[in-house]
């Protein structure tokens, strides 16, 4: 009832229907930010609804705007590095790895 009326997106609508994979699913492919099959597509979801707010969000910002999804499986680095690999393709800048 609450949702009612609203629209909703899924996991499974992330990708194009050609079956390109969204850039937040090529992400964490590419940068092994996936867990498992409960909190991989939370994350994702987030994420995307993160990146509609800030479109090239710190470090601190991600961390912060996916705080409310736990995982206990992952130090959240490299789903972290998903989320700024999305963020610099869809703003059409080459992603670069921050050193560490
Ligand atoms: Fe999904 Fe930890 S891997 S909850």
Redesign the pocket.
Known sequence: MQADGSDIRTIEGMAAADGTLHALQEGFREMHGL??G???PGMIIRAYRLLQEINSPTEDEIRQGIAGN?????GYQNIVKAIQYAAAKMSGVPFQEAAE
């Open positions: 867990q498992c409960f909190c991989t736990l995982c206990r499986c992952t």
